[in-house]
Structures are given as C-alpha cells and as structure tokens.
C-alpha cells in the first residue's frame, strides 16, 4: 500500500503513470477499426440471420477497459425465442462457418452455448 504524508504524490509519478496509460490505451487508429469492425459484423453478417433478434456489444470494449494490442471484441447475439427446433450448439456452428467465410484470415473459436 502506498501512503503519501500530504496530498500530492511524489514529483515525477502523475508523468510516469500517465505514460504507463497511454502506452497502454487503444490509439485512435485501433478504436476506428474496432467501430468498423464490429458495426459491419452486427450489422451485415449477424443481424440478417433469421434467428438472430439482436446483438449486444459486451466485455472490455463495451466497459471501455480493452487495453493494446485489442485482441477480441465480444458481442453477445439473442436469438429469436420463435425458433424452438434449433438447438444453441446448431446456431454456433451456423454462426461459425458465416464468420468464418467472411473473415477467412481470422481464427473464428466457437465457445459452447450457454
């Protein structure tokens, strides 16, 4: 634990600290691909699914904690409660091959369904 005898830290912390954070803040650049990218996945490869109702943008991007080099951007997809023949595990692996045909250089990992 740090404790400081008055209110001011140490001469030189406030500029090192602040270093430390934009070192490690997502640079402008970063944060209009994740925007682009995410928008088109949500908007043109999810959201035209039948079952899909809506997508939610969730995890460290949303919280706005993603930290570099921006790894993933995690978007939570709520299927329409109507379709009761398909099972969670058929909905990922449908979701799966339509990601992974869009994004053909990007690892596409399937989690198992809630």
Not at 27 to 44: C, D, F, M, V, Y
Not at 63 to 91: G, H, L, Q, W, Y
């Amino acid at each position: 634990m740090l404790s400081f005898s008055n209110s001011t830290p140490p001469r030189g912390f406030k500029a090192k600290f602040e270093t430390f954070r934009q070192n490690i803040e997502l640079t402008k650049k970063q944060r209009e691909q994740i925007i682009a990218g995410q928008k088109h996945l949500r908007e043109n490869l999810l959201q035209p699914l039948h079952f899909v109702d809506k997508t939610l943008l969730v995890g460290s991007y949303k919280k706005k904690t993603m930290i570099r080099p921006p790894s993933d951007v995690d978007v939570f997809v709520v299927v329409d409660e109507d379709e009761d023949n398909i099972t969670p595990n058929a909905i990922l692996n449908r979701l799966k091959k339509k990601l992974a045909i869009a994004y053909p250089n990007t690892r596409v990992r399937q989690d198992k369904p809630c």
